[in-house]
Every structure is written in structure tokens, then in C-alpha cells.
């Protein structure tokens, strides 16, 4: 892809017992709990209020799952595929809980249920809902796609995306986590010691080299404009550095796109092959100075028996023959 909006029909996709075929007009979304006036809102109720439109990335959390068993899968679709980034239209969840009247003095979570299959339900802490959360129904100038939680889905800026819940039909304030199914046996990190780090959903500074890299061919010899995209679920990219040579020297790259918070940003930079082997690494840094870490610092906090928020980098092998092949240093 070129530049940071993914396209609607090319957006990745993680279902929880299928995506669901919703009539708008008999959808309803409830909100209730801690607060003042519950209310059931319609379609219309909800696109008759203020709306925001706003362009944020959705990451897996088990992106590059795979490169914690060091597994060397090809390509970046097979490493870095369940990311995509869109343009969001909807209704600010702060908008909605305030026309609920919610209880701020007790208040501390909401707990956010779709109409899947599962009955898909996330915690997400209230200062999180009362920041940037949005009620959306659409997604890069049209209505979101069945595949994509038509006809409403929360879009929780910059944490994992199973808590992007699909299909939304309620929301609850509540003053504790809930431990749901979803967020007490899956989603959670296993840590060396053995114990489970809960309610780790933030989507850490990470980049990754698109071109060139695994799969591809390096055809011949001069100059080529090595490109990729960087993302943090804390904020603005501030900065993205680049290794030809697995990390000894690194030199900094062009930000080409728009750069947003929580979106991605796009990267280039020039680089003259001499045909030679080459090892193609990217660190990004975001604007509140996390830096996206090595495989090894990362293994030596995290462990090896993780799924979940890999944000290492990745690198990518050019050989002579110009094959360019997945690698962990």
C-alpha cells in the first residue's frame, strides 16, 4: 500500500464467531450503569449528535505474535498484517456518557458488549472513554463494512483491537474491571515468572521496513527509496531511524505523511546498494520518548512464551542475489 489510509476492502480482520448481517433500523446501542438516565439510542439518535471524524491505526494485539517463538514466517503481511489505519467518523463516547449523566465520583470503567457471536466484551479504563473514544458508524467516507462492525463500533485510539468492539449494542459504567472471559483467559501476557500481566492494551512504539522486504527482490545494483510506517499508541511519532547494517549505525529517516496521533506514519529514506549483504532495521520514537526495542531487551523483560504486543524490530536480509528474507538478530 501506498501512503497511511488502508483501504476499507483491504482492512485486516479478526472475528469472534463471525461478522454479523445487522438490520440499522432495529439496532440499538444501550448505555446504563453508573449513571443518571440510562438510555437506548437508535441509528438516527446517534447520527443526529455532533460528530468527529478522526484517522487512527487498529492493531492486534498478537501482531507479530509469530516472532516470539522465533518463527521466521516470509513476508511483512505474515509479520505485520493485522494492522490497518482509517479515517473514523462517529459520536464522541464522552458526548454519550455525559448525556447519560454519568457518575464521575464513582465511576472507573466502562465495560463495552457487541452483538457478535460471542457477546464480545473489554474493559476500558474511564479516562481512556472520556479522551478519545468514538461511537463510529464510519469508516474512510462511508459506513463501516459488516466485516467491520457494521452498524456501530467503538474505536479505542492506540490499544489492541479487540477492544475496538464490533457490532456495539452497550455500554456499561461500572466502578472495577469486569474480568470478562475476552480479558481474563485470552489477551493477557504470560511474563517469564509465570505470572499474567492483565489489561495490557496499549499498542507500543513499533515500526517495520514495508520496501524492501521479505519475499521481495532487490533486481540490481544503485539506488533504492526504502520505505515503511510507524505507529504508537501513546501518540505522535517524533522520530525513525534506519540500519543497513543490523543495528551498528543507524541514520534518520524522512516522516513523508501527515504525522497524527495514533495513526501511522509513513517513512523513506534513500539507499545506495552496493550489492552486498545488508541487514534493514527501523526504531521509531514516539513523542514521549519510548523507543521501539531489540528482540533481545525485549525477550529479556517479556520472556519467550508471550503472544500478545511484540513491538521489537524487525529485520529484514538483502543477500547478493537480491532475495530479501525475514531474520531475528
Request: proline share 4%.
Amino acid at each position: 500500500m501506498f501512503g497511511i489510509i488502508t483501504p476499507s476492502g483491504l482492512h485486516f480482520e479478526r472475528h469472534h464467531q463471525g461478522w454479523w448481517d445487522i438490520d440499522p433500523s432495529n439496532h440499538r446501542l444501550m448505555i446504563n450503569g453508573l449513571v443518571k438516565a440510562a438510555k437506548v439510542y437508535t441509528m438516527d439518535d446517534l447520527m443526529r449528535l455532533p460528530q468527529v471524524s478522526r484517522i487512527h491505526f487498529i492493531e492486534c494485539g498478537a501482531n507479530t505474535g509469530m516472532e516470539w517463538a522465533k518463527v521466521a514466517v516470509p513476508t511483512v503481511q505474515y509479520t505485520h498484517g493485522m494492522l490497518s489505519c482509517s479515517e473514523f467518523t462517529g459520536v464522541l463516547l464522552s458526548t454519550l456518557l455525559d448525556d447519560c449523566g454519568i457518575d464521575l465520583k464513582k465511576a472507573r470503567v466502562i465495560l463495552a458488549e457487541g452483538a457478535d457471536g460471542s457477546s464480545m466484551t473489554r474493559t476500558i479504563s474511564l479516562d481512556r472513554a472520556l479522551d478519545d473514544v468514538i461511537v463510529a458508524w464510519g469508516q474512510n467516507g462511508e459506513m463501516l463494512r459488516p466485516e467491520n462492525g457494521y452498524p456501530l463500533r467503538l474505536v479505542v485510539p492506540g490499544v489492541q483491537g479487540v477492544s475496538w468492539v464490533k457490532y456495539l449494542r452497550r455500554i456499561e459504567v461500572g466502578d472495577m474491571p469486569y474480568a470478562t472471559k475476552d480479558e481474563s483467559v485470552h489477551y493477557i501476557d504470560l511474563m517469564p515468572d509465570g505470572q499474567h500481566r492483565q489489561y495490557s492494551s496499549i499498542q507500543e512504539v513499533k515500526s517495520v521496513i514495508t520496501s524492501p522486504s521479505g519475499g521481495q527482490v532487490m533486481l540490481e545494483n544503485g539506488f533504492y527509496n526504502v520505505s515503511g510506517l510507524a505507529w504508537s499508541g501513546r501518540g505522535r511519532i517524533k522520530r525513525v531511524d534506519v540500519s543497513f547494517d543490523g543495528g551498528n549505525n543507524w541514520r534518520s529517516a524522512d516522516l513523508t505523511s501527515i504525522v497524527l496521533p495514533k495513526a501511522l506514519t509513513r517513512f523513506n529514506i534513500g539507499w545506495q546498494w552496493d550489492g552486498k549483504p545488508a541487514m534493514l532495521q527501523s526504531r521509531a520514537i514516539d513523542e514521549t520518548g519510548q523507543i521501539q526495542p531489540d528482540s533481545r531487551a525485549l525477550r529479556a523483560v517479556r520472556g519467550t512464551k508471550s503472544i500478545y504486543h511484540n513491538n521489537s524490530i524487525q529485520t529484514w536480509q538483502v543477500r547478493e542475489s537480491g532475495e530479501v528474507f525475514n531474520v531475528q538478530l
